[in-house]
């Protein structure tokens, strides 16, 4: 361990090790104060603030990760735990912050006496420290793909109190690690969690389902739009399935349209917002016989349908954008669907 303990009582074993959480994650702001997310840092400067949860005190912390250099450049620090809440934390010790070749170390020591064996921290949430670093590539990058948590329980550990330990400082002590065991260490390890780049935002999911006429009736569970599109500013950002459902992992909140993109229907957009939990769009409705990708349903399409009318799934003439419900056969099901827009504007089509 970096972090070293001296003039240590040994006190009788009564701490909280093993019953707490201890949970590390960081958060992201760019140079004019904006949250962004960790996941996607394009090149410029931002600060990361690495906060603890899951835990009300401590005895002893230390963090060791490295970095890539060629990606990351570490400016300094600010907001070190012992001086963003001094009052309260009158038991800290020890504080250090260590930034050389490529890895970043931080860890803080509670001062031992006979009457506190630990340090208080807010265990909804405690900042520990901000670092101000520099993203040198165009391409956004994830952060926690180029920062690395060392899980050596040597390097990266928390000691929940010091009445845990009876020999403090003789072996190796019990402690929370990322690991649950590491090769040579000869103690019980507690998981810990930590996630350098968190997503900040919510999931988004609905289903693309076939429309059965221009009064917006949908056709039916089985008349799942596969392969459909989900566009915001131009970017994919999901893709249905054979269900007919898509899934956006994160997006942060705020007001977002989005257009749903297939290859033989008539675009549509979406309009949502985000808030402060996942969002289900439900069931959306979408024009799926537009084979010639324009503003009508006419001959053009006709075509198409036909030359696959009353063929089976096997046969030369089969085309499965024609079985619009997938049950293997093109047939009056179909043509109920193709018939419902036939000679349709679809300009004046209200979605």
Not at 206 to 214: D, F, H, I, Q, Y
Not at 282 to 292: A, I, K, R, T, Y
Request: aromatic share 10%; glycine share 8%; net charge negative.
């Amino acid at each position: 361990m970096i972090l070293t303990l001296t003039s240590i009582t040994p006190l009788a074993a009564q701490g909280t090790l093993g019953s707490e959480q201890p949970h590390l994650s960081c958060t992201f702001t760019d140079s004019e104060g904006r949250a962004v997310d960790g996941n996607a840092l394009s090149a410029g400067d931002y600060t990361v603030s690495f906060t603890l949860s899951g835990m009300q005190s401590f005895a002893v912390m230390q963090y060791t990760m490295s970095y890539d250099a060629n990606v990351l450049t570490v400016n300094g620090h600010s907001d070190l735990l012992s001086d963003s809440l001094p009052d309260q934390l009158r038991g800290l010790g020890a504080t250090g912050v260590l930034v050389q070749n490529g890895t970043i170390n931080f860890g803080f020591i509670t001062r031992v006496d006979q009457t506190a064996t630990t340090t208080a921290i807010d265990a909804a949430g405690q900042l520990l420290l901000k670092l101000q670093v520099t993203v040198t590539t165009e391409a956004p990058v994830d952060f926690a793909k180029i920062v690395t948590l060392d899980t050596d329980p040597n390097q990266t550990f928390i000691e929940a109190d010091y009445a845990d330990y009876a020999d403090y400082g003789t072996a190796d002590q019990d402690c929370y690690a990322l690991v649950n065991a590491f090769d040579g260490y000869n103690a019980t390890l507690y998981l810990m969690k930590a996630d350098l780049s968190p997503a900040t935002g919510h999931a988004v999911t609905g289903r693309v389902l076939a429309l059965a006429n221009t009064n917006g009736d949908l056709a039916g569970d089985t008349f799942t739009v596969r392969n459909c599109d989900v566009v915001i500013a131009d970017e994919v950002v999901a893709t249905t399935n054979n269900d007919g459902c898509f899934t956006i992992p994160s997006l942060p909140a705020g007001e977002y349209t989005a257009t749903l993109r297939y290859a033989y229907g008539y675009d549509r957009t979406v309009t949502f917002t985000v808030a402060d939990s996942d969002l289900n769009l439900g069931d959306l409705g979408m024009v799926v016989c537009n084979f010639s990708k324009d503003n009508y349903i006419n001959a053009a399409d006709y075509a198409i349908y036909y030359s696959s009318a009353n063929a089976k799934q096997g046969a030369a003439n089969y085309n499965e954008d024609c079985d619009f419900n997938h049950d293997g056969y093109v047939n009056a099901t179909d043509y109920a669907i193709y018939y419902a827009f036939s000679n349709c504007n679809l300009s004046k089509l209200s979605y």
